[in-house]
């Protein structure tokens, strides 16, 4: 993999951002130069408008930033080269449909349009921009000069999260050559599980003003393209809901890694209380029924202290080096997580926190481990946010492979054992929010961002030292040099 200094500057960027909340300053520094010549280019929101998220067009280098209320074009310099505004707008969340559809009786006030998805649609040159206002609608604007191609919002498909705050939505485009994208959607439904499905997969026309975009990819009367949770299940946790860490596809498959709520009775107690669970979910890219929906508990342990609140993760490669130590292929997916310790808070997240990676290969073998043995019959389908928790398994005479993508039986499913991570580094007072990795000279490397702003970066193996900058806390701006992240850590 070649790192262009573009690309990973402006991944540096959007690692601090989200490292640290909302804070609204990119820093770049354009070549390396001696200790006293540095200088930064640096680019600032409006006062009161925070960045929510980052995406970098790979074929050019331009950012797109998807802030309250615009989205900005910038170049690989930082320098704006065009905005687009999103809001305010007269809003009320409670407005089902919204009352750019329909007249709401609810009060309306202006109400600013946080983004929640920022996506790059590279097959018909577009980006897709999906906000908090009128429950979640989208905009289509053209990558050159962000010219609106559509905005759809006729149709109860075309809203696809009422969920205000950021960080609630994750989206994964699988593309083709020869036929219309499908876009994967992953939210939290915020109460309204007769409105949102919590999975889905839409259609990604070509036309963007085509009144099939973002409808599901198959639905009828009984089937369709997306898992809702029963509302029954709120009875049990009022509160209950999905988040959304991080999503992405590799293979045949799209994962979200989730954080999910679940009533648990402690050792030697009568008593239920509510913990959190980090699950990983999959599903088969050409599954229109999901069918294949399968989620399996992740977490961290070191030193007989547990890590399972998940907190951010990304998806890279082994690389060389540590490919050996871990016994996999230099071009085997590993995912690299951070995990806060404990499982009661989800808010208020303790400041311990592990660094752990998973092989994804791992995961899989332990999912299709899993689904033989339901198909043979054995156990229930264990899915804590089912109206019926001890649905049995059903058997089938069947292969299943590698690439299995179910029947309409046995789902959706649960694995019940957890998939431990490899702890690779653990932080006790300055709890570590995010995290990317690459593969660096054959190294995998990563980086993570704090809760105090400091960002550090992390060998994937023994041969390389823990680095650490001070970005500054939330309340100062940051700034990130090329040296650290080009400075290697061997001559391998």
Not at 134 to 143: A, D, F, S, V
Not at 177 to 199: C, M, Q, R, W
Request: glycine share 6%; proline share 5%.
């Amino acid at each position: 993999m070649k790192a262009m200094p573009w690309n990973w500057t402006c991944l540096l960027s959007h690692l601090l951002m989200v490292g640290m909340g909302s804070s609204t300053l990119l820093t770049r520094q354009p070549a390396p130069l001696s200790q006293k010549q540095r200088s930064f280019v640096t680019f600032r929101g409006e006062p009161a408008e925070g960045f929510n998220h980052l995406v970098v067009d790979e074929r050019t280098g331009h950012i797109y930033l998807g802030a309250v209320n615009r989205i900005y074009k910038l170049s690989s310099d930082l320098k704006v080269l065009v905005t687009h505004e999103t809001g305010p707008d007269e809003d009320n969340p409670k407005c089902y449909p919204p009352r750019i559809v329909q007249t709401c009786n609810e009060p309306l006030t202006t109400t600013n349009n946080v983004n929640k998805m920022l996506l790059i649609d590279y097959k018909e040159n577009r980006l897709i921009a999906c906000g908090s206002l009128y429950q979640g609608i989208c905009k289509l604007l053209r990558l050159e000069d962000l010219f609106k191609l559509g905005e759809p919002y006729h149709k109860k498909e075309h809203y696809l999260s009422g969920v205000n705050e950021s960080g609630s939505v994750f989206g994964v485009i699988v593309s083709y050559s020869n036929l219309d994208d499908k876009l994967f959607i992953a939210t939290a439904v915020d109460g309204k599980p007769e409105y949102f499905p919590t999975i889905s997969s839409r259609k990604l026309t070509k036309n963007s003003e085509a009144d099939g975009m973002f409808a599901y990819v198959f639905h009828d009367e009984f089937v369709a393209s997306m898992i809702k949770i029963p509302s029954d299940t709120f009875t049990i946790i009022p509160d209950f809901d999905i988040y959304y860490v991080y999503g992405f596809s590799s293979g045949n498959f799209v994962y979200f890694l989730t954080l999910q709520p679940e009533m648990v009775s402690p050792p030697g107690s009568t008593t239920k209380e509510q913990v959190y669970t980090s699950k990983l979910v999959r599903l088969c890219k050409e599954d229109t029924a999901f069918n294949s929906y399968v989620e399996v508990p992740i977490g961290c342990e070191r030193s007989g202290v547990e890590y399972r609140l998940l907190q951010a993760a990304y998806l890279s490669k082994a690389g060389a080096v540590l490919g050996r130590t871990l016994g996999v292929h230099p071009d085997d997916d590993l995912l690299f997580t951070v995990f806060s310790k404990g499982q009661k808070r989800k808010m208020k997240s303790l400041d311990e926190s592990a660094l752990c990676i998973f092989i994804l290969k791992q995961i899989n073998d332990r999912i299709k481990e899993r689904l033989q043995s339901c198909y043979r019959g054995e156990g229930t389908l264990d899915l804590a946010w089912l109206k019926v928790k001890d649905i049995p398994c059903s058997s089938a005479l069947l292969t299943i492979d590698d690439n299995f993508c179910g029947l309409d039986m046995n789902a959706p499913l649960g694995v019940s054992d957890m998939v431990r991570g490899i702890p690779v580094f653990t932080e006790d007072r300055d709890r570590m929010t995010s995290v990317i990795a690459y593969v660096y000279k054959n190294h995998s490397l990563a980086f993570v961002g704090t809760k105090s702003g400091k960002l550090k970066k992390m060998p994937g193996t023994s041969l390389c030292p823990t680095l650490e900058l001070q970005t500054g806390p939330r309340s100062h701006r940051a700034t990130v040099t090329l040296e650290l992240l080009f400075s290697g850590c061997s001559s391998n």
